[in-house]
């Protein structure tokens, strides 16, 4: 069976732990024969992501804080300098002060609402202006969302606010970078138990929920959005630019749902 990322190079940020989403398709990369390259954030992280990395026999792990222009600099020129070309970069960072996550909308601070906007959405712009240059041959971009982002949900506040601006961004993005053949897309994925979704405060009763809810009556599994993403990397999704794919058991097409 023919490999759907062989030869390609793919870089992901925001590998958190085993758990995390951007560590499933980390996984789904490497089963699908990409040469995988992973960014961290920082001392702190450095050792849980090298040895992630180790376990997914990843070719290079790099720094990078992507709210610092010098190290997206410096992510760009090692890449060029150990691999020279990337095919396709997943980003899947996204940060909120848990006080505004806790509080009604109303009552976000201003660095909060600032803070989000530059780790959650903004980031996505600088990493892309870092790396499209190295994406030679065309390439993939691919973000992640949360139906938050259209939809008020509870608690989700502040950060639904910058998965919205997220999501303009994947459009204008891709219409910039359409002509390098680079596409931009964004997966909105459905409540998964990640350390990013524990800080929603009530997040367990929105996985309780969910199966209830959803088309399929059940939760959104890790594997299945790295599914996606594979799709997106790969040959099979060349004419998908400037989407938001939907992998959520379908729960977003649901507008009122009552016990029968």
Not at 148 to 167: D, F, I, P, W
Request: charged share 20%; glycine share 8%.
């Amino acid at each position: 069976m023919s490999q759907l990322l062989a030869g390609k190079t793919a870089l992901v940020l925001g590998v958190a732990n085993r758990w995390s989403i951007a560590y499933a398709i980390s996984a789904a990369f490497v089963r699908e024969g990409a040469s995988l390259v992973l960014t961290y954030q920082g001392d702190r992280q450095r050792q849980t992501v090298e040895e992630l990395g180790s376990e997914l026999r990843a070719a290079k792990v790099l720094a990078c804080d992507v709210t610092n222009e010098e190290e997206l600099d410096q992510l760009a020129s090692e890449l060029k300098q150990s691999t020279s070309i990337v095919d396709t970069m997943v980003h899947s960072i996204a940060f909120a002060n848990r006080d505004d996550l806790s509080r009604p909308y109303v009552e976000t601070s201003r660095d909060g609402y600032l803070l989000a906007q530059e780790v959650s959405s903004y980031s996505l712009v600088a990493v892309s202006r870092a790396i499209a240059p190295l994406m030679t041959s065309g390439g993939s971009i691919t973000t992640l969302t949360y139906l938050g982002s259209t939809r008020v949900v509870q608690n989700y506040n502040v950060m639904g606010v910058a998965k919205a601006a997220l999501e303009a961004s994947v459009r204008y993005l891709a219409n910039d970078l359409g002509p390098r053949n680079i596409r931009v897309n964004a997966i909105s994925a459905g409540a998964i138990k990640t350390a990013s979704g524990r800080a929603v405060r009530n997040f367990s009763k929105m996985l309780e929920a969910g199966p209830g809810v959803a088309p399929l009556r059940r939760n959104t599994e890790p594997a299945e959005v790295a599914d996606a993403a594979v799709f997106l990397a790969s040959d099979l999704g060349r004419g998908v630019t400037g989407n938001v794919l939907f992998v959520d058991a379908g729960f977003h097409i649901i507008g009122l749902a009552f016990n029968e």
